[in-house]
């Protein structure tokens, strides 16, 4: 992460945004996703890496290939979460985030974005399915 310290130091990035991506990562989003990414600096932290930030628990258990689900699933959803971001950013917004990220090391709570987040994008059932199978592995 110094790298990305540097640059946030530099203005290359914000503390808050959708995080910096592969193209092949990014290339997953539909194209009105992809103009939202380019709405905002990318960030160390952000709403989809707080939702997402033990993604390897979604994979357990699921019924079909692990790169199928996340082009299915996963993705689009993160992309919802990066536009309403973009929608939503604020000072406020990325005060809550960071708070939120620093209270994800202390605490197993996966819901408590949802809960300071009242318009976030519901988690699609299949992916709450997936991550509930995830925990009892």
């Known amino acids: 992460e110094i790298p990305q310290l540097i640059n946030i130091f530099i203005g290359n990035m914000s503390v808050v ?3 910096p991506l592969m193209k092949v990562d990014f290339m997953k989003f539909s194209p009105e996703v992809q103009a939202r990414f380019y709405e905002c600096k990318p960030g160390l ?3 989809a890496s707080l939702i997402f930030r033990d993604e390897e628990k979604y994979y357990h258990d699921i019924q079909i ?4 689900f996340d082009r299915l699933y996963i993705a689009p959803y993160k992309g919802k979460l990066e536009a309403w971001y973009a929608l939503n950013c604020s000072f406020k917004t990325d005060f809550l985030i960071i708070l939120l990220t620093a209270a994800a090391v202390f605490s197993s709570d996966q819901k408590m974005a949802f809960r300071v987040f009242k318009n976030l994008p ?3 059932e299949t992916i709450a399915t997936a991550h509930h199978s ?3 592995s």
């Open 17 to 19: 945004g959708p995080r």
């Open 45 to 47: 932290t952000g709403i």
């Open 65 to 68: 290939d692990p790169h199928e």
């Open 122 to 124: 519901p988690l699609p």
């Open 134 to 136: 995830g925990e009892r």
